[in-house]
């Protein structure tokens, strides 16, 4: 691999290939020769190819630990400690930072092992002020990074369909399962099956999931959907496309919130009770605000009819934006990028308080 042979200031952590759609944003800002990759479970020749836009050198976890590579700042979604003792976090940096990409399931995201960082990148003033609670890292309030083009970008929406198969005559469903115990996949998948007649339907689940659960996987492709997408490609593209989205539980829905979007919450029984979750999770929290539905209801063709719902929403989306978001839209991975770049200064004020 294109491996140089002293460290750059940055290492980003790449556990899964799905956070090249979160780091990339911000990897675009960052100076050239700025910054490495160290892959943990990830196949050298997939992450390579996946990241040869940006030109950094990509190193398995082993790799940089033979070189003694010692980061200036790790960057990473949480400590990846595995087979690895002490956990990598600890021994590729001098400084750790969390970068999150996931705002939902509480009960591990806001769990004790933030303690490993120095400094958290987190999307807005709920899990800043959670976070400050478990640990005593520097709390950065970014936004949402990844989404950025979101707010930028005007996207082709004819074209867009067309590349997932999409009926022009039709409004289409995006619906973003995440996987285990708290999926949605195997409750629903005949309801919203049933709704190919009216809406296209676009379904792309939890990027583990087709490894880990290939039957779960495998009897929802026998649904009449219009796509069904099981790789690490970003999930913007879907936002952008959709005029209806159905969550359960994770991230996505509050992707949704940050996008302004009309969505849907699926339940899944025991979820509030679930280890990943607690009440105050904001994938549950949501629940107090917005529509959601129990498996084999029936109630889907009537909520998505029902303009005088959609109406309630969008106020209620725009109150608790604020809660859960920096108001950032647009330019995420700038002030990310700026912090990071920034860094030796706020770590050198971090020390003197």
């Not at 990148?121 to 520097?138: E, I, R």
């Not at 999931?209 to 790789?231: F, G, H, N």
């Amino acid at each position: 691999m294109n491996i140089i042979s002293r460290e750059p200031s940055f290492g980003f952590l790449l556990h899964s290939l799905e956070l090249i759609n979160h780091f990339g944003p911000v990897w675009d800002l960052l100076p050239a020769g700025s910054f490495e990759i160290v892959l943990v479970d990830v196949p050298a020749e997939n992450a390579k190819e996946a990241t040869t836009g940006w030109g950094a050198p990509v190193l398995s976890a082993d790799e940089a630990i033979s070189l003694g590579r010692q980061y200036r700042y790790l960057v990473s979604n949480h400590p990846k400690a595995g087979r690895y003792k002490p956990p990598l976090v600890r021994q590729l940096a001098q400084h750790n930072v969390r970068f999150m990409y996931a705002a939902g399931k509480s009960g591990w995201n806001l769990s004790s092992w933030n303690q490993a960082y120095d400094a958290i990148l987190c999307f807005g003033p709920f899990h800043a002020q959670a976070l400050s609670k478990v640990c005593d890292s520097t709390i950065i309030q970014m936004g949402y990074p990844r989404f950025d083009r979101y707010f930028n970008d005007t996207p082709d929406l004819t074209t867009l369909g067309a590349r997932y198969g999409c009926d022009p005559a039709k409004q289409t469903i995006v619906w973003l399962p995440t996987w285990k115990t708290l999926s949605s996949v195997g409750h629903f998948d005949e309801e919203i099956g049933a709704l190919a007649g009216r809406y296209n339907i676009i379904v792309k689940v939890h990027p583990l999931m087709p490894e880990s659960e290939p039957e779960r996987v495998e009897a929802l492709a026998r649904q009449p959907l219009t796509a069904l997408i099981t790789d690490h490609t970003d999930n913007l593209p879907l936002y952008q496309l959709a005029d209806y989205m159905l969550f359960d539980y994770g991230g996505p829905p509050l992707a949704a919130l940050y996008t302004d979007k009309k969505f849907v919450l699926l339940d899944v029984p025991g979820a509030n009770e679930d280890e990943l979750t607690g009440e105050e999770s904001p994938d549950v929290a949501l629940r107090r605000y917005f529509t959601h539905v129990e498996a084999n209801s029936g109630r889907l063709p009537d909520v998505f009819n029902d303009e005088a719902l959609w109406g309630e929403h969008r106020s209620i989306r725009a109150q608790l934006r604020g809660k859960y978001f920096a108001p950032y839209f647009g330019f995420s991975a700038q002030v990310a990028a700026h912090s990071l770049m920034h860094m030796d200064h706020i770590m050198a004020n971090r020390k003197s308080n």
